[in-house]
């Protein structure tokens, strides 16, 4: 099966792509794209079979997942940071804890309803509930601000 990568390298980790990544990307059916422009997303994200988001790190949010989910494109991602808030395993993709497991779960990716998962996004974080969302937590913020005590909390995401 390809996999096609899409990212932008920054300058800063120019010499670390360079040195530890570019090497392996000559491996067969491996195709670094690059950086790719807002309108080529919805392509490049619809037409995978799924978004695998190898995160290491505790991304606070990780937009690109619910960019693929708009797409109804399924994500397979490790489990750091947002993603068990993101993704609702085995209904919009998957989550994993290594290489073995994200292997693993492509074999399953037939069971994920695409349908669903542009469904669960549209519910959960399209423009209209994420405005909402934070319009919720200003005015709390706000309340609390005005009773002497400043109480500031992440928006509540949508189950």
């Known amino acids: 099966m390809p996999l096609r990568i899409a990212a932008k390298v920054d300058p800063a980790d120019r010499d670390y792509f360079e ?13 670094f794209v690059g950086e790719i422009s807002e309108a080529e997303k919805s392509d490049f994200l619809g037409g995978a079979l799924a978004l695998l988001f190898p995160i290491s ?9 619910i960019e693929a989910m708009a797409c109804g494109t399924p994500v397979i991602a490790f489990n750091q940071g947002a993603v068990p808030e993101v993704i609702r395993d085995g209904k919009t993709g998957f989550i994993v804890e290594n290489v073995e497991q994200a292997v ?12 669903v998962v542009r469904a669960t996004f549209e519910r959960r974080f399209s423009v209209d509930v994420m405005a909402e969302k934070y319009e ?7 309340r609390e601000m005005t009773r002497g005590a400043c109480v500031l909390q992440r928006p509540k995401i949508v189950s």
């Open 19 to 31: 040195a530890r990544i570019l090497p392996l990307l000559n491996a067969p059916g491996v195709h």
């Open 104 to 115: 693993h779960a492509v074999a399953y990716l037939y069971t994920i309803d695409r349908a």
């Open 136 to 142: 919720d937590a200003y005015a709390t913020s706000f």
């Open 57 to 65: 790190w505790p991304e606070p949010f990780g937009l690109v997942m």
